[in-house]
């Protein structure tokens, strides 16, 4: 018992480490733009397939498919920010989440028309897991986890050491103040949705790497990815890592205790639970 | 005078307000519904399944329609998923007034939108497994074309059996007919003195590792795999990885040629598939390998392909072309003797003639019992070898 308890937790920090690449990019927008963008898992879907096209189709290598996810969802995430959500800004954050949830509609289903619903996979070949005991890693985990934390020191620094990721954290701060000291907020907030979709595109491609891509990729991960943002505290940068690794734990650890049927069951509680206990999330102070 | 004009038109008006919706329904084009999966996990099939009746439906149209009465298709998609089902069971029931709504896939989504059918008087012909389906108190509004679990459980334990496999897992996503699959895999297994575990999974998961370490556990010497495509590839890809070196089973459904040609060769190596065999050979078989314009058309497009010729025919041999008509008259020219036909056209000519038909279909002989499920119906049984399907043998 204690061994499959072991490898839950091995598993479950891998999966963890991979949705907080997607959870990152939720909740950067969110802190800076002040919405929960809905779309972000159809943006997951768009890296997935930008990423499985660079690979099958002009042959490029993992890194410079990622880098190629990037750049494809931030693109796609610029334009549902400007043709979706923008015009609504007037009208209140949930009428911006609505819009973001009917973008991403859209996004899933122009995927769905280009590409059909066949699944579809990298060129790459499936590894065998390296055994130490009784327990099991994959190359394509430990690959795929070294490439989610490369990805996070990139955003770390990011926003510690350049002018404009310092100009999102004032933002998110404190925009009035940021605004007074002369940040530009168009810029701030083109540069914040640009990463952000980004890193939902990385996310969804690297979970396209491990199973495969079909037009449903991003929608399965919704729930998981809300729920991490939440528990980490909404709009907190370390507290959506946090949020993802222990979602990712809880998930797994629940296939041992419950019904696997019963999964989902662990984002709704999550959220539930702290929604009722500490409306913050483990690191933010924004929601309280 | 005046009021005898009144009078008769006062009349004339309210016995048109109060004629039954059968006589009006009795003119203009005859409408029919499909609803098969355009998308989600049903995706590669739906499409194919509603370009096969829109062919059969053009060929009747050409070739007069029914009783003289043209013929209009609509298709909706049911997205694989039940509540999608139901809303567009609604517009073809309310909205496009249909007949009969055929082709429904996912045995979730045919027990949704059953119950509309029959409180509708809507006909509904699916090509779900279920058990549970015809076992609904649907009075006699529903058929299907699939074998049911019962016969389909029966078939796989025997085959794990045959497979020379003891000790068996089924891995499957929670569905409509998870539980009567296992229940009916087991007699034949603990017959030989093996054993059947369930293990039901999240369909939804990205990664399925720990479940598959579960069920690893207890050193299985066959893995069954009961779900659909798209989870049904994550699971092999991590049955790979753990390095489980056993028999896989599957329905031929999710492990296609599609999903084999995604995933790298030695994952699929040596999967045994099993499905309800269409009937190879047949003429009705040869028109939709045309139709599909491919010699290998999978088995809803060779079933849906007769459920639009039953419902035609069983329109024109009770000159009835509502819901009741196909309901009281299917069995007339599913079965029974008569001019063998393998088609609506030849069928609606010799109904017409005045003979009576007993159709043989693309999919079987299409034979019905009274709960609507078939009588009889052969297996396919194959092996993924290098990247491909290979035939073992039909029984």
């Known amino acids: ?71 494809a969802t931030a693109v796609a995430g610029l334009a549902v920010q400007w043709v979706a959500v923008k015009p609504l800004e007037s009208a209140g954050a949930l009428m911006m989440a609505i819009a973001s949830l009917a973008a991403g509609l859209v996004l899933e289903n122009a995927l769905r028309f280009t590409f059909g619903n066949d699944l579809r996979g990298y060129d790459l070949p499936l590894l065998r897991d390296w055994r130490f005991g009784e327990f099991r890693v994959g190359p394509q985990q430990v690959q795929n986890f070294a490439l989610a934390l490369a990805a996070m020191a990139l955003l770390w620094a ?15 701060d404190n925009r009035d103040l940021a605004l007074l000291r002369g940040v530009d907020p168009v810029r701030v907030a083109a540069v914040t949705v640009a990463v952000g979709a980004g890193l939902a595109g990385m996310g969804g491609m690297l979970i396209g790497l491990d199973t495969s891509v079909d037009p449903l990729v991003g929608n399965r991960l919704i729930l998981s990815i809300f ?37 989902l069951v662990v984002g709704f509680v999550v959220i539930l639970a702290v929604l009722t206990l500490r409306p913050a999330g483990l690191f933010g102070a924004r929601a309280s | 005078m005046i009021i005898t004009t009144r009078r008769t038109a006062l009349i004339a008006g309210a016995s048109l307000l109060a004629a039954p919706g059968l006589v009006r329904a009795q003119e203009g084009p005859i409408r029919l519904g499909t609803l098969t999966p355009l998308t989600g996990a049903g995706g590669p099939y739906g499409p194919v399944m509603a370009n096969g009746v829109r062919a059969v439906v053009n060929e009747v149209n050409a070739a007069g329609g029914v009783r003289g009465r043209q013929v209009q298709l609509v298709s909706e998609d049911d997205q694989t998923n039940p509540e999608a089902g139901v809303r567009a069971a609604r517009k073809l029931i ?10 429904t896939w996912a045995s979730a989504v045919t027990t949704a939108v059953a119950p509309l059918c029959w409180e509708s008087r809507t006909f509904l012909a699916t090509v779900s497994g279920a058990d549970s389906i015809t076992a609904l108190p649907h009075n006699g509004w529903l058929i299907r074309t699939q074998p049911n679990t019962t016969l389909q459980g029966r078939k796989f334990g025997e085959y794990v059996v045959e497979l020379g ?28 003195g093996g054993s059947i575990d369930l293990l039901i999974y999240d369909a939804t998961k990205p990664s399925l590792r720990t479940e598959v370490d579960q069920v690893l556990r207890a050193r299985p010497d066959i893995i069954v795999l009961g779900g659909y495509t798209p989870d049904t590839t994550v699971l092999l890809r991590d049955i790979f990885r753990a390095g489980f070196r056993g028999k896989l089973l599957a329905y031929a459904y999710s492990v296609n040629q599609q999903m084999i040609s995604s995933l790298p060769n030695d994952v699929t190596e040596g999967i045994h598939t099993l499905a309800p065999s269409p009937a190879e050979g047949t003429s009705a078989f040869d028109r939709v390998k045309r139709i599909a314009g491919t010699d290998n058309p999978d ?26 008509g196909i309901r009281d008259n299917i069995r007339k020219v599913s079965q029974g003797g008569g001019d063998r036909v393998d088609n609506a056209v030849d069928g609606l000519r010799a109904i017409a003639a005045g003979r009576k038909v007993d159709y043989d279909g693309a999919s079987g002989p299409c034979d019905f019992t009274d709960a609507g499920d078939i009588t009889d119906c052969k297996f396919r049984y194959e092996q993924v070898r290098g990247g491909r399907q290979v035939l073992i043998r039909i029984a």
Do not use: H
């Open chain 1, 158 to 172: 990011f926003l510690r050491y350049s002018r404009t990721g310092r100009a999102m954290r004032a933002v998110a």
């Open chain 2, 94 to 103: 309310d909205v496009d007034r249909v007949a009969t709504i055929m082709g």
């Open chain 2, 165 to 192: 496999a003891r000790k068996a897992v089924f891995m499957a996503p929670q569905t409509p007919f998870t539980q009567s699959q296992v229940t009916n895999m087991k007699p034949p297994i603990e017959a030989a």
């Open chain 1, 1 to 71: 018992m204690i061994e499959a308890l072991l490898q839950a937790l091995i598993n479950g920090v891998i999966a963890g480490t991979i949705l907080a690449v997607p959870a990152l990019g939720f909740t950067a927008i969110f802190a800076v733009l002040n919405y929960p963008n809905f779309a972000i898992g159809a943006l997951a879907t768009v890296g997935a397939y930008a990423g499985w096209a660079g690979n099958t189709a002009l042959g490029l290598p993992m890194v410079a498919a990622l880098a190629l996810a990037f750049a």
């Open chain 1, 227 to 263: 729920a991490a943002a939440v528990l980490g505290g909404l709009g907190s940068i370390p507290g959506a890592v946090a949020g993802a690794i222990a979602i990712g734990v809880a998930e797994e650890l629940a296939v041992l205790a419950f019904n696997p049927a019963y999964r």
């Open chain 2, 299 to 324: 088995p809803y497009t060779c079933q849906i392909y007769d459920q639009i010729n039953l419902v035609l025919m069983a329109m024109a041999v009770g000159n009835d072309a509502t819901g009741q």
